[in-house]
């Protein structure tokens, strides 16, 4: 597979570059994500973790894939501003939930009902 970047522009505000591409692949398949963000990685030199492909579209009888993606300086940059579809699409970790944080919370807090039943039993 050979990747050729045809368009790049740097978005300094949310800390990434963005990229167009061109794949070719002779006799082969529409290429996965992986590959492409190994090989964006490559020509980027950064890490395949700060890469997102936004998209990847192929016509019927083509051997050329056109994409779409995004570098980011750091993973945690990513993590900040894609959508957590994006993050699950391209398999790199997101964010903890904050449903997580709070029931970890909620554990070391006893619960008023336990407390007075507590009470209850010492009486």
Same mark, same amino acid.
């Given at each position: 597979?050979?990747?050729? !970047? $045809?368009? #790049? #522009?740097?978005?300094?505000?949310? +800390? %990434? ?6 794949? +070719?692949?002779?006799? *082969?398949? $529409? @290429?996965? %994500?992986?590959? !492409?963000?190994? /090989? ?7 890490? @395949?973790?700060? &890469? &997102?492909?936004?998209? !990847? ?6 051997? &050329? ?25 391209? #398999?790199?970790?997101?964010? @903890?939930?904050?449903? /997580? *944080?709070?029931?970890?919370?909620? /554990? ?12 209850? *039993?010492?009486?």
């Amino acid at each position: 597979m050979e990747l050729e !970047i $045809t368009e #790049k #522009k740097n978005n300094s505000l949310l +800390k %990434r570059t963005e990229v167009q591409f061109i794949a +070719k692949h002779e006799n *082969e398949g $529409t @290429p996965n %994500r992986k590959l !492409i963000r190994s /090989e964006l990685a490559d020509a980027l030199n950064t890490k @395949p973790e700060n &890469i &997102i492909l936004d998209s !990847i579209t192929s016509s019927f009888g083509s051997n &050329i894939s056109k994409g779409y993606a995004k570098a980011y300086s750091s993973l945690k940059h990513a993590q900040d501003v894609e959508r957590k579809f994006q993050l699950k699409r391209n #398999k790199v970790e997101g964010k @903890p939930k904050k449903k /997580e *944080e709070k029931s970890d919370k909620a /554990e070391e807090k006893p619960s008023p009902a336990t407390e007075k039943s507590e009470d209850q *039993e010492e009486k």
